[in-house]
């Protein structure tokens, strides 16, 4: 009988994501990012255009998606974009997580909720927004972080509109645009928008910049965690997902 050569790593907790129909980035940089132990699973919500009717679009298909991944007896289930996740102002991301709960009986997050609750623990007052999208959907980001608290200092923009196009820039526009962004009075930058490769810049624009960088998917993906009850150390990725998932 001829041996395998395939190793096998027994999966301990499963790990749901709702991400965007058109989104091409998640899944490759979750997928690279969460601990070996921990398996992905994917639900589709129809979302095509970074526009605000487009995140009307998106919340119908919430139960649906939801009660599928529960199917997969997933461990919790996060809604990892940021734009629809606050469309509606504050309270709206709990309105959606409630949903998402309602619907699986399983623990659910938003990345909107994520970015709130990772500045409250970093002890971030005053930010600056770098987000990859058009002006119209910026404020709608400023108005929800406002509204949690906190003071906004800048706000930057790119300009995107469809996703799939997001989707294919590499994270030297992610660090560009967080070079621009960053302000010397903010305590923290943070990069909303789940459709590009942010993730592989953090970690060098918190080292060039001294403060703080939040990204949604290294949001998403820490407050994901956090509700598996996970400790891990993931590293590469910034100083959130480093230090702040261990006991």
């Given at each position: 009988?001829s041996e395998t050569n395939v190793s096998y790593v027994k999966k301990t907790h499963r790990f749901g994501l709702l991400t965007p129909s058109s989104n091409t980035t998640q899944?490759?940089?979750?997928?690279?990012?969460?601990?070996?132990?921990?398996?992905?699973?994917?639900?589709?919500?129809?979302?095509?255009?970074?526009?605000?009717?487009?995140?009307?679009?998106?919340?119908?298909?919430?139960?649906?998606?939801?009660?599928?991944?529960?199917?997969?007896?997933?461990?919790?289930?996060?809604?990892?974009?940021?734009?629809?996740?606050?469309?509606?102002?504050?309270?709206?991301?709990?309105?959606?997580?409630?949903?998402?709960?309602?619907?699986?009986?399983?623990?659910?997050?938003?990345?909107?909720?994520?970015?709130?609750?990772?500045?409250?623990?970093?002890?971030?007052?005053?930010?600056?927004?770098?987000?990859?999208?058009?002006k119209i959907m910026d404020k709608p980001m400023v108005e929800f972080m406002q509204a949690h608290g906190f003071t906004v200092v800048h706000s930057e923009v790119v300009g995107?509109?469809?996703?799939?196009?997001?989707?294919?820039?590499?994270?030297?526009?992610?660090?560009?645009?967080?070079?621009?962004?960053?302000?010397?009075?903010?305590?923290?930058?943070?990069?909303?928008?789940?459709?590009?490769?942010?993730?592989?810049?953090?970690?060098?624009?918190?080292?060039?910049?001294?403060?703080?960088?939040?990204?949604?998917?290294?949001?998403?993906?820490?407050?994901?965690?956090?509700?598996?009850?996970?400790?891990?150390?993931?590293?590469?990725?910034?100083?959130?997902?480093?230090?702040?998932?261990?006991?």
């Amino acid at each position: 009988m001829s041996e395998t050569n395939v190793s096998y790593v027994k999966k301990t907790h499963r790990f749901g994501l709702l991400t965007p129909s058109s989104n091409t980035t998640q899944e490759p940089e979750f997928s690279a990012a969460l601990p070996e132990t921990v398996s992905l699973h994917t639900g589709r919500v129809a979302y095509r255009d970074i526009t605000p009717e487009e995140q009307e679009r998106c919340v119908l298909e919430l139960e649906t998606e939801s009660r599928k991944l529960a199917d997969a007896e997933v461990g919790v289930i996060v809604f990892a974009a940021t734009a629809p996740t606050l469309a509606k102002g504050k309270g709206y991301d709990r309105e959606l997580i409630k949903r998402m709960e309602d619907a699986s009986g399983r623990p659910a997050t938003t990345a909107a909720t994520a970015f709130v609750d990772a500045l409250r623990l970093l002890g971030a007052k005053r930010i600056a927004i770098g987000a990859p999208w058009s002006k119209i959907m910026d404020k709608p980001m400023v108005e929800f972080m406002q509204a949690h608290g906190f003071t906004v200092v800048h706000s930057e923009v790119v300009g995107f509109v469809a996703a799939i196009d997001l989707g294919r820039v590499g994270p030297e526009t992610a660090y560009d645009l967080g070079r621009k962004t960053d302000r010397p009075d903010a305590d923290a930058i943070i990069m909303p928008g789940g459709n590009w490769s942010a993730m592989p810049a953090v970690e060098r624009l918190e080292q060039e910049l001294g403060k703080p960088v939040l990204c949604n998917n290294a949001v998403s993906l820490w407050a994901g965690l956090r509700l598996l009850k996970r400790t891990d150390s993931i590293q590469g990725y910034g100083r959130l997902l480093r230090d702040h998932l261990t006991a």
